[in-house]
């Protein structure tokens, strides 16, 4: 059983950071692609950021190219997503996902298991 806990969010201000974990259970994931997705209220889940568990090759939506970055530790499996210069419109629901496939791809109907989320609000 495949599981996925998010933590690390949280309310900051506009221009700070904030460090989201996915903490993943339940086999290996040596073939698999971690991705992070967001959902503001009345917004559909969108694609942030993704990362492969062998390789750690990494892709980015565009509004948070050069701002968020995606890393994983193997040892701990764990992904990170490490968010810098802050924004109001950042503010969502933050999910973890996994598919099984080292690919990442942007499509939500493409992931397998996801997280219960952690909020993250960012204040003007």
């Known amino acids: 059983q495949v599981q996925l806990v998010e933590s690390g969010g949280g309310l900051v201000q506009a221009g700070g950071s904030l460090r989201l974990s996915c903490a993943a259970s339940?086999?290996?994931?040596?073939?698999?692609?971690m991705g992070w997705f967001r959902q503001a209220p009345g917004k559909e889940r969108e694609f942030v950021a993704g990362?492969?568990?062998?390789?750690?090759?990494?892709s980015y939506a565009d509004s948070v190219k050069g701002r968020f970055t995606i890393s994983r530790d193997n040892a701990k499996n764990t992904v990170y997503l490490q968010m810098n210069s802050l924004k109001p419109e950042d503010t969502a629901a933050y999910f973890c996902?996994?598919?099984?496939?080292?690919?990442?791809?942007?499509?939500?109907?493409?992931?397998?298991?996801w997280g219960q989320g952690t909020q993250v609000t960012v204040s003007s």
């Open positions: 996902a996994a598919r099984p496939s080292p690919v990442v791809v942007v499509r939500t109907s493409d992931y397998n298991y």
């Open positions: 990362i492969t568990w062998t390789g750690g090759v990494t």
């Open positions: 339940g086999r290996t994931f040596s073939r698999w692609a």
